[in-house]
């Protein structure tokens, strides 16, 4: 039976391998489902235009490029056209084009010549998406499918959920809505139904409640907060319940990666020793809870601050002060962190807490193994 299973799975595998090669082929011939003109390059003269004054008292070299290549699709296919194309060393604006690169364009087949919209990425995005899923089922087996399915039907929410929002419908129920959707969903497919997956979504809710609570509390006793800088939500009537909603689905994998960890284990341990006393299985929580709380609250702080890089670059490449900067655009970050944080320290005990009475009630009632 092993040897069955083993040959079905190789068979599976091969058979995902030739559908992804043959995606990407398809992909890259697909100029015929394109509206617009698909040109691909086929001659790239390149030469250095001028030199110019940067900031800082630097220099930028600017290229200019004449391109000639095919059309691939439309009224003029096959037709052969030119395009020009500027960019810099520094390539902040704009991009450098290659011979074999495919990019959509604005053409005029009478004077042969046309304007870059900008390059055609859909080979590129499809070999990614592939070797991601590829590699999920291949270290993974089950689960990687199952984390794919998640991964599909918590975009599917994302889109219903913003397509009501922009039907002007209130942004904090549907990310109420949202939020539970997905705490659900995910640990059910991830984790199947076992006591300790209830205890994941009791625990996640639990704390993603405590949480926004702490945030209402504290916004409602200091200042109003100032969205002006912010450019998505200054222009918006409900800034607040924005940014509210963000926070709220901000830190909500990180409290559910804790509280599935330190369910589960918990679990395992009771499974191991139903006589573990509730003190016990508390301690050994508190420990395993420990071990995670650090590495998960440094996630935060890596996804968070690498979102201000290319904010802190720019601003500070553009002469603007670094306290300027900090004053603007950090208060709105660190007030996230800082909540997430929260949570994933709240997310320990109360975890262990409704984990610990789950399974132990259980056993004494002599349940199934969780």
């Known amino acids: 039976m ?3 299973s083993a040959i079905k799975k190789r068979k ?3 058979l995902l391998i030739v559908f992804y090669f043959a995606a990407i082929i398809f992909m890259a011939n697909d100029a015929w489902l394109y509206k617009t003109p698909v040109v ?3 001659e790239v003269k390149t030469e250095k235009e001028r030199t110019a004054e940067a900031v800082r008292g630097k220099k930028e070299i600017y290229y200019k490029q004449v391109l000639h290549g095919v059309v691939l699709n439309g009224k003029w296919k096959n037709r052969s056209i030119t395009l020009k194309n500027e960019y810099s060393y520094s390539g902040v604006l704009n991009q450098k084009y290659r011979k074999g690169d495919r990019v959509l364009a604005s053409v005029n087949g009478q004077s042969q010549t046309g304007n870059i919209e900008g390059l055609k990425r859909d080979v590129h995005l499809a070999t990614l998406i592939g070797a991601l899923i590829i590699l999920l089922i291949f270290v993974t087996g089950k689960k990687g499918i199952l ?12 889109s219903v959920g913003f397509s009501h929002f922009l039907k002007g419908e209130d942004i904090l129920k549907i990310c109420n809505i949202m939020s539970v959707s997905f705490a659900v969903i995910t640990l059910l497919l991830l984790s199947g139904f076992h006591k300790k997956t209830l205890a994941a979504i009791i625990s996640t809710l639990c704390v993603l409640a405590a949480i926004m609570g702490i945030f209402d509390v504290v916004t409602a006793h200091t200042e109003e907060m100032d969205y002006s800088t912010m450019e998505y939500l200054g222009s918006l009537d409900n800034p607040d319940d924005l ?3 963000e926070v709220m689905l901000a830190g909500l994998g990180a409290i559910m990666d804790v509280t599935v960890t330190v369910s589960a284990a918990l679990g395992e341990i009771v499974h191991k020793n139903p006589q573990v006393t509730f003190l016990q299985l508390f301690r050994s929580g508190r420990e395993i ?3 995670i709380m650090g590495t998960m609250m440094n996630v935060l702080l890596f996804v968070f601050g690498c979102g201000l890089i290319p904010t802190f670059l720019i601003r500070m490449n553009n002469e603007v002060r670094l306290l300027t900067i900090v004053r603007l655009n950090i208060p709105y970050e660190i007030c996230r962190f800082l909540i997430e944080s929260i949570g994933i320290v ?18 004494r009632t002599g349940g199934e193994k969780c």
């Open 2 to 4: 092993h040897i069955l």
């Open 12 to 14: 599976i595998f091969c």
């Open 40 to 42: 691909k390059i086929t």
């Open 147 to 158: 984390t794919i399915c998640t991964l599909v039907v918590n975009l599917g929410i994302f």
């Open 243 to 245: 940014f509210r909603a």
């Open 289 to 291: 809870g420990y071990d």
């Open 346 to 363: 709240l997310a320990i005990p109360i975890t262990i807490l409704i984990a610990s009475l789950l399974t132990k009630f259980r056993f």
